[in-house]
C-alpha cells in the first residue's frame, strides 16, 4: 500500500537539490569550521555561504543570524535569555504558541524569573490587538511581546506587521516563532520591527535538527549555554555543517518557489475543502476563515461510532495525518489551542497539511476513505 502524506504541519521530507547538497557535504567536507588548516576554513565557509543565505532571505545581516538545532531551542534562547541579559520583566504571549514556548513561558512563571500574561484568543485563534495596546500603554515595566507567526494546529495567522509598530511604539521588544511561515510568507526583517525570530529547517523540507535564530544587533543576548565560541560566542558548541548546508538549500529553494507552492498549496486545500463540504456531513473547519496558511486545513467531524477512532483508522487505510488531539495516559483530549478556541470536545478534529508534493489525486483518495469512516450527506 502506497501511504498518502497529509502531516507536512508536523515535518516534510527532505526535496532532492537538499539530499544533493547534503550528501556531497557529507561525502567531501568533514573538517571542523573552528580549525584554521584547509579542512577546517573549507568547513567554514560552507557555515559562513549558508549564513549569508538564511540573511538575504530575511532582509537581516548575518551578523544577526545564528545556527541552533531548531525553533525550540532558538525559542528558549530568545525568552530565557532575554530575562537574563535584557532586563525583561514581562512576557505577553498567547495560550495557544507551540508548547516549546508555553512550558518555558510555564518554567519562567514557576521559577518567578518575570511575569507572564496571555492574551485571550476568539473562537478562529485570532488575539485581541485592542487588548495588547491597552495592556502595552498601562505597563511601566520591560515587556516582551513573544506571539507565533501562524499557529501550527489550525493555521490562523498573526499580523506581525501590526504587531511590530505596536512594539515599536511601545518600545517593547518583539518575539515570533515563524516554524510554520519560513518558506510560506515573505518575511523582511529590515522594515518589520522584530527583535527575535526563530525557524527549523524540517518545516520547509530540510534536514531535522538544524534550525536558526535571527537576533536584532539591537538585542544581542549572552549564551543560553557555555562551551566553544561558535557562533561569535552566543551559540557553543561544533556546527553541524551538514545540517545546516542543507537547510540553507532549502531555504533557498523555498523562498525561491514561495508563490509556487503556496498556489499548489491552496488549491489542494480549497479543493479538500469543496469535496468535504459537498460529501460529507457536518463538517466544521478550526481557525480563521480569512488569515489562515495555505497549506493547514483542520477539520472538525461530528461525533460518531466511526469518528471515534477516526486517526486510527486512516493510517490503517494509508493516510498519514495529525489528530487535534493529545494523548495522555492513553485517554484523547482535545489539545490545548481546541480548548481555548471552543471547540466542542465531542467533535473529531483532523489536521490535514499539504506541500507541493501532494496531488489531487491523494484527496480523491482521501475523500473515499473518509467516506467509508465518517458520516456521509
Partial sequence: MKRIYFDNA????????????M??????????PSSIH????????????????IAKGLCASTGEIFFTSGATESNNMALLCSIRDLGIQKIISSPIEHHCILHTLEYIQKNNLAEVHFLKVDHQGHIDYNELENYLSKSDKKIMVSLMHANNEIGTIH?????????KDYKVLFHTDTAQTIGKKAIDVSEINISFLSGSAHKFFGPKGSGFVYINLNNMIKPLFHGGDQERGIRSG????????????A????VENMNARNEINLKLRNYCL???QDELSDIAINGSTTDYLSNILS???????KVDMLMMNLDINGICASSGSACSSGVENDSHVLNFIGHPPERKTIRFSFSHLNSKLEIDQLIDVLKKLTPIK
Fill in 10 to 21: 508536523s515535518t516534510t521530507p527532505l526535496i532532492e537539490e537538499v539530499k544533493a547538497q
Fill in 23 to 32: 550528501i556531497s557535504i557529507i561525502s567531501d567536507n568533514f573538517g571542523n
Fill in 238 to 249: 561544533t556546527e553541524n555543517i551538514y545540517g545546516i548546508s542543507g537547510m540553507a538549500a
Fill in 159 to 167: 499580523d506581525i506587521e501590526k504587531l511590530s509598530h505596536l512594539c
Fill in 251 to 254: 531555504f533557498k529553494s523555498a
Fill in 299 to 305: 477539520v472538525s467531524f461530528p461525533p460518531s461510532d
Fill in 38 to 53: 584547509h579542512f577546517g576554513r573549507q568547513a567554514k565557509i560552507i557555515v559562513e555561504d549558508s549564513r549569508s543565505i
Fill in 274 to 276: 469543496q469535496r468535504m
